[in-house]
Every structure is written in structure tokens, then in C-alpha cells.
């Protein structure tokens, strides 16, 4: 969790790949992330801020930032971002903790893709196996950019980045046999089919009750468990 412990900053820099330095910080609150991540986009020629960003911050274990990069530049609407950049960064820096952030170039609210939740569940996934513990990830838009109130989603606000570290969608194995060994034993009997379907169903029920408990709203539930707005609905009766 975020350190609320007030100390003094620590004198260091933090390094960019663009070759900006910013001074190092104490991160107090998301509200913290999401100020660094603003004044390094609004460090960018104002002809980037029609493309999607990626960056990743290294955050110490007494909660200090480490090191802050531009990971990629993507295009108006996407932005790949391989695995091994975003964890070969906090490697090299020898971050324990990371927050990762990215930017949607329309003027609304900056609410996550159906590919964003995704992305960032995998990312807490893999990063269990690194000792990394990934905090965060923000979501930045143009009305974060030309608003002076605090514009921004977050992953841990929200509560879905307690909810990733339950989800095991995506648990890893260790070589293709597993995997193979997995789906003989899923489809050992084609009578088992249809009830492993309906199991699915409830596991997805049973997510979508966490998630209200919760406090999300429906959209974000819709996005991470598939299911419709009726069914979801129907869990608040």
C-alpha cells in the first residue's frame, strides 16, 4: 500500500528516456502519481498529445520515485507495450514497486478499455513472479491536460487491482506439457463440457457480486466479467 509516513525528500534525480530529470519524490496518495505522470506529459511537445503514451514509474520501499520513463509512443488510439520493457525497466532500476500509466487522447473522461483491464491483469499477474509488486496504473485524457481539477481513472481507487491479485486468468505454468495435460484432463469426458460452461457462468457471477460489493459502477463490471447489464442488475436485487 502507499506510505503515508511525511519524511524529508530524498535528494536524487529521476531519469527519463526522453532525457528529462525530475527531482525524486515521496509518493503519499494516488493523487501523487497522477501529478508526476501530468507534468511529465505536459513535458512533451504539445504535437505528442495526440498520441497514446505509455510510462512506468519505479517506486523504493520507503516510497520514494527511482526512476520515471516513457516506455512507448503509440499512435491516436493504441499503444503495444511488450512485457519485458515495462519489467527490464524496473529491473534495471531496481524498483520493488512500480505504477504504470498510460494516456487516452479523446476529451472524455478517461474511463479503461476492455484491453486496458486486461493488459493490467496480466501485468499484476506476471509481476507476482518478479517480487514487483505493481500499485497502480493511471489513465490520463486531454481534459487531464487542460483542466486544473484532478482528472484521471485509477486501478486502485477503483478496488481492481485487489480484485487481480484474486482473478487466475491468467496463472502461469512452467513448460507446454501443463498446459496440454490441462486441456486433456478439461475435455476428458464430453459430458463435462456443458457443466464446465455453466461453471464459468457462476464464476463470473461470483466475480461480478465482489466487484459490487466493491462499489464499482456497472460499465467497469461489464468490461471485467462479460457479463450484461440485466444480469448484473438483477445481483443488486
Keep these: 500500500m502507499v506510505s503515508k509516513k511525511k519524511t524529508e525528500v530524498k535528494k536524487m534525480e529521476v531519469q527519463t528516456i526522453k532525457g528529462f530529470k525530475l527531482k525524486a519524490s515521496k509518493i503519499n496518495t494516488v493523487e501523487d502519481y497522477y501529478k508526476i505522470f501530468l507534468d511529465f506529459f505536459k513535458r512533451e511537445p504539445k504535437s505528442l498529445y495526440s498520441k497514446e503514451h505509455f510510462w512506468i514509474m519505479g517506486i523504493d520501499n520507503d516510497s520514494y520515485s527511482v526512476c520515471l520513463y516513457l516506455v512507448a509512443l503509440g499512435s491516436e488510439n493504441m499503444v503495444k507495450v511488450p512485457m519485458t520493457d515495462v519489467f527490464g525497466i524496473a529491473v534495471q532500476s531496481k524498483a520493488t514497486n512500480i505504477v504504470v500509466a498510460h494516456n487516452h487522447t479523446t476529451r472524455k473522461n478517461p474511463e479503461p478499455s476492455q484491453f486496458d483491464i486486461d493488459f493490467t491483469n496480466k501485468l499484476s499477474h506476471v509481476s507476482q513472479y518478479l517480487n514487483i509488486n505493481v500499485l497502480d496504473h493511471i489513465i490520463l485524457s486531454a481534459l487531464s491536460l487542460e483542466s486544473r481539477e484532478s482528472i484521471y481513472y485509477s486501478f486502485l481507487v477503483t478496488g481492481l487491482m485487489d480484485f487481480f491479485k484474486q482473478d487466475l486468468s491468467y496463472k502461469l505454468v512452467d513448460d507446454v506439457k501443463d498446459i ?45 466479467t462479460g457479463l450484461t447489464e440485466k444480469e448484473i442488475k438483477n445481483l443488486k436485487i
Design 180 to 224: 496440454l495435460d490441462k486441456e486433456k484432463q478439461d475435455y476428458k469426458l464430453d459430458g463435462k463440457k456443458d457443466g464446465k460452461v455453466e461453471g464459468k457462468h457462476e464464476e463470473k457471477i461470483s466475480i461480478a457480486k465482489k466487484l459490487l460489493n466493491l462499489n464499482l459502477d456497472i460499465e467497469t463490471i461489464i468490461k471485467a
